[in-house]
C-alpha cells in the first residue's frame, strides 16, 4: 500500500476540524496553526515499520504518513534521507560517548528547508493553487523558487534586504519574484501583506500552511529509522520558526500511535542566537507565547525571527520533553564553524554551528551528560555562506 491516510486538519489551539480537500491557512475560527491528521488505525492495520527499509531515500518513503493524495502532483528534487553521521572527535573532545549530526546540506537547494517545500508545493499543485508567496531568512525562499520552477506554478519571495546574495541569486536564478525588504523577516510578512497583488497568492508562511510541517516532520521519522526505531536523549535543533522541532515531535507522536517507537522521547533543546532569543526569554520565564525581540541581529539568519507564529507549539514541545531553549553569542557561534571543519570534516551553516555552540554550553552546564545519545542538526550546508569561510590568519594560499 502506497497511498496516503491524510484524513483531517484539527486546529493546534481550540481543535476545530477542517476538511482537507480544499485549500487551508490557520484556523477559522481562533486563527492559530492547522496539524494534519491521518487514519492512523488504518496504518497501524496495513503498515509494519520494516517495510520502510526497502523504499526509496526519500522523505517520500513515508508516503502514507504525508497529505499528498495524487502520486502525480509529487514533485521531488530528491529531498529527505539526510545522513546521520557520528561526530566522534568533537563527541571525544566534549566527553560525549554518542554524538551525531543529522546532515541537512544534503538537500536539494542545501537546507532542510526543501523537506518542507517539497511536500507543500505538491500538496499546493494537487488543490490547484498557481501563486505562492512567502517572507523568508533565504533558505526558504531558495527552496520555494527550485519547487515552484518544477511544478510549473509562480513564485514570490520577500526576503531581508542584508540576505546572504547567494540566497537572493539562487530564488532569481529559478525565476521567483524577489522583493527586498528593509528589516527582518518579520517585516517581509508586513510587506507580503501590505501587496496589491496579494489577493491572488496563496500564502505559505511557515505554520500558516499546514503542509510545510508534514515536509520537516520526516526529519523526526528519519531519525527513528536511522536509530534502528529507537531515539537519541537529546537533540539539539536551531530555532527560528521552529517548524522543524514542532514537527519532530509530531512525528514521534504519530511513531508511538502506531506503536512503531515506546520509551522516553528525547529532551529537545531549541537554540537561538542571543540578538533573537524570544524562546529563550520565554522559556525562562516558563510563559506560553514569547513577546515580539525587537532589534533582532545575528549572523544565523536563519534564526533571526523576533516571534514565531507557532510558537506555542515550540514552547509545548520543551516543557514535555524537559528539554530547554539557549541562546548562543555570534562569537561563539563563528568559533565553531572551523573547529568543526578541522575535527570532522563538516562544514557547518551558522545556524548548525550555533546548534554546536548551544552543545558545548550545555554539556558544560552538565544539562548534557557522558552517557547522552546527542543528536545536533546542521540545518543547511556551509557552503552557502561563502564568506564565513575564512583560513585561519596566515594559511591562505
Ligand atoms: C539553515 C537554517 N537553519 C534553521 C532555520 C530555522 O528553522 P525553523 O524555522 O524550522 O525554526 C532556518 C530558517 O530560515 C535556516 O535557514
Ligand atoms: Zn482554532
Not at 517585516?187 to 515536509?215: I, V
Request: aromatic letters at 8%; one cysteine or more.
Amino acid at each position: 500500500m502506497l497511498k496516503s491516510l491524510f484524513t483531517q486538519l484539527r486546529c493546534s489551539a481550540c481543535g476545530k476540524i477542517f476538511p482537507a480537500h480544499a485549500p487551508q491557512t490557520v484556523c477559522a475560527a481562533c486563527g492559530k496553526a492547522l496539524l494534519a491528521e491521518y487514519d492512523l488505525d488504518r496504518a497501524k492495520r496495513q503498515l509494519s515499520r520494516e517495510q520502510f527499509s526497502k523504499r526509496e531515500g526519500t522523505l517520500w518513503r513515508y508516503r502514507e504518513l504525508l497529505p499528498v493524495v495524487d502520486d502525480s502532483m509529487i514533485r521531488s528534487l530528491g529531498e529527505g534521507w539526510s545522513p546521520l553521521l557520528t561526530a566522534g572527535k568533537l563527541g571525544e573532545e566534549l566527553g560525549l560517548k554518542s554524538l551525531y549530526v543529522k546532515e541537512e546540506g544534503y538537500n536539494p537547494t542545501l537546507s532542510f528547508k526543501a523537506r518542507g517545500i517539497s511536500v507543500a508545493v505538491s500538496k499546493a499543485l494537487e488543490l490547484g493553487i498557481r501563486e505562492i508567496a512567502m517572507p523568508s531568512a533565504g533558505n526558504a525562499g531558495g527552496a520555494l523558487a527550485a519547487y515552484a520552477a518544477r511544478a510549473g506554478l509562480k513564485a514570490h519571495v520577500f526576503v531581508p534586504r542584508d540576505t546572504p546574495v547567494v540566497n537572493i541569486r539562487e530564488i532569481k536564478f529559478y525565476g521567483a519574484e524577489v522583493y527586498l525588504v528593509e528589516g527582518d523577516i518579520s517585516d517581509c510578512a508586513k510587506a507580503m501583506n501590505k501587496s496589491e497583488q496579494r489577493h491572488s497568492w496563496f500564502d505559505m508562511s511557515t505554520m500558516k500552511e499546514p503542509y510545510r510541517l508534514e515536509g520537516k516532520k520526516t526529519m523526526g521519522f528519519e531519525l527513528a529509522e536511522q536509530f534502528g526505531w529507537e531515539l537519541p536523549d537529546v537533540i539539539i535543533y536551531p530555532t527560528g520558526g521552529g517548524t522543524g522541532l514542532i514537527g519532530m515531535w509530531k512525528a514521534f507522536h504519530e511513531l508511538e500511535q502506531l506503536g512503531w517507537i515506546t520509551g522516553k522521547r528525547p529532551r529537545m533543546v531549541a537554540v537561538q542566537a542571543e540578538g533573537c532569543a524570544p524562546i529563550v526569554r520565554a522559556f525562562k520565564m516558563r510563559k506560553k507565547e514569547s513577546d515580539f525581540w525587537e532589534g533582532a541581529r545575528t549572523v544565523a539568519f536563519g534564526l533571526r525571527v523576533p516571534k514565531a507564529f507557532a510558537d506555542h507549539l515550540i514552547l509545548q514541545a520543551l516543557y514535555d520533553s524537559c528539554g530547554c531553549a539557549i541562546g548562543v553569542s555570534d562569537e561563539n557561534l563563528l568559533q565553531e564553524l572551523p573547529r568543526v571543519g578541522s575535527l570532522e570534516g563538516i562544514l557547518l551553516c551558522p545556524e548548525g554551528a550555533a546548534a554546536v555552540a548551544a552543545l558545548r554550553q550545555l554539556v558544560h552546564e552538565r544539562f548534557i551528560a557522558p552517557a547522552d545519545r546527542v543528536v545536533v542538526y546542521n540545518t543547511g550546508s556551509g557552503y552557502k555562506y561563502t564568506e564565513l569561510i575564512v583560513p585561519e590568519a596566515g594559511n591562505e594560499g
